[in-house]
């Protein structure tokens, strides 16, 4: 079983339209939880950021943390086509006393007008 | 002022070289890190420095080499290059706690042929 994962897509939504993508990781003591986008052909870029169950929202994104399940979602509303990349989920499972990202293999989004 | 600074942008180089690349960071961040990013865009930990100490070596083989001279920079030299290697290499930096995420550089992409 994979660290953390991912629908690898591609999710495809119409503008306006709610785009919600999803992460289940394993680590169970896991702290926290991030959410990256990256556009074709440049560095992740942190857009949200969650440590406790229950929902945080941040302009049209709305992290979603559910650690019974272990499970972590992005919702993003009234979605864009600048929307359009890839959204890696990353989990930071503090093993062995020292701080690291574990990443998804990410969800392609396609925003269509 | 570039956050995270990664050079060169672009390597091409043949089988068996040897070829280093460079990361700076200006944000003050005790720990910084090194990424691959493969083909299918999964992104996977390499090294990670704690105040110029190497903290993390996630199974990579010999012939990379990481270095941190002062906390601010780290690089990474790779011997005897060979086609597998072909990634983006990621440089990226955090508080020590990474409860605010990794500030990512924006990568160096490395082709060996």
């Known amino acids: 079983q994979k660290e953390v994962e991912q629908n690898s897509g591609p999710l495809s939504v119409p503008e306006g339209a709610i785009a919600s993508l999803n992460c289940t990781y394993s680590d169970r003591v896991s702290q926290s939880f991030f959410w990256y986008r990256q556009y074709s052909g440049k560095s992740p870029e942190l857009i949200m950021s969650?440590?406790?169950?229950g929902d945080k929202e941040d302009g049209r994104f709305t992290a979603q943390l559910n650690k019974a399940s272990q499970y972590v979602s992005l919702l993003i509303r009234d979605s864009q086509p600048s929307d359009s990349a890839t959204y890696l989920c990353a989990v930071n499972p503090f093993s062995g006393g020292y701080n690291k990202l574990i990443f998804g293999a990410g969800t392609r989004l396609a925003v269509h007008p | 002022d570039t956050a995270v600074s990664q050079t060169p942008k672009y390597l091409v180089t043949q089988m068996g070289n040897d070829k280093s690349i460079k990361c700076e960071q200006n944000l003050g961040h005790d720990t910084m890190y090194w990424y691959k990013q493969d083909s299918k865009k999964f992104l996977k930990i390499m090294f990670s420095y704690n105040n110029k100490e190497l903290i993390i070596n996630e199974t990579v083989p010999n012939r990379f080499s990481p270095k941190s001279p002062d906390k601010a920079h780290l690089n990474l030299h790779i011997n005897s290059l060979e086609l597998g290697d072909s990634a983006v290499y990621f440089c990226?930096?955090?508080?020590?706690?990474?409860?605010?995420?990794?500030?990512f550089g924006s990568g160096t992409r490395l082709t060996v042929v």
């Open positions: 969650i440590y406790s169950n």
């Open positions: 990226a930096s955090s508080q020590d706690r990474v409860r605010y995420g990794y500030t």
